[in-house]
């Protein structure tokens, strides 16, 4: 039980950092791009990449209660940053406010966790800038339709936070198992339909 929820946790971890560079990734590269026409291709993904960061919430608070605490010890203020940026990227976007409130959104998200990634390997804080670097080429590659490289920038970005949360013991921060049980009959059926619905999206704008 306690590899399978680690594989759900870690495919709605991992889905939503592959796709994070279409939003985040184009909100940073606005400085640099027509800007109308970067955030109107964006917009088929801009709300539907945020579903796969609230399950996978959803999940690490129902099925590993007591992890909360030991990602968060430590990193608060890495995850205020990260509150924050949400909230001014969504809010910047749907309001069409300024672009460079856009972009600040989008770069307090990313180094947010940039810095949480330093936090979770224990590194020093220029490592905060491999996330934004990540996200801002995985922008290019979907804002430029290089579809060829995207599995290549969907890895990179995908990859960094769910291996170093590896690195964490989760032995007795799980929840009961009646607990978990109830839980697959919902998350176990949402999660395939989740990864349908989000690329076919993908799969459609790239005509």
């Not at 810095?115 to 801002?136: G, N, S």
């Amino acid at each position: 039980m306690e590899t399978l929820w680690l594989v759900v946790l870690g495919t709605l971890t991992v889905g939503y950092f592959a796709l994070a560079g279409f939003d985040y990734g184009t909100g940073l590269l606005l400085p640099f791009r027509r800007r109308e026409v970067a955030l109107q291709r964006m917009n088929p993904f801009f709300l539907g990449n945020e579903v796969w960061l609230v399950a996978a919430i959803g999940v690490l608070f129902a099925a590993f209660p007591r992890l909360e605490g030991e990602l968060l010890s430590g990193a608060h203020s890495t995850f205020t940053l990260v509150l924050a940026g949400l909230v001014l990227f969504m809010a910047a976007v749907q309001l069409r406010l300024w672009w460079w409130l856009v972009f600040t959104g989008a770069l307090m998200v990313s180094v947010g966790w940039g810095l949480f990634l330093a936090h979770l390997l224990h590194a020093p804080w220029p490592v905060a800038f491999v996330m934004p670097v990540l996200f801002a080429v995985h922008g290019w590659v979907f804002q430029a339709r290089q579809w060829k490289l995207f599995p290549v920038t969907a890895l990179l970005c995908a990859l960094p936070i769910p291996l170093a949360f590896s690195s964490i013991d989760v032995t007795g921060l799980m929840a009961h198992d009646d607990t978990l049980g109830l839980l697959a009959w919902v998350a176990i059926p949402i999660i395939p339909l989740v990864v349908l619905v989000q690329w076919s999206i993908v799969a459609i704008s790239s005509r």
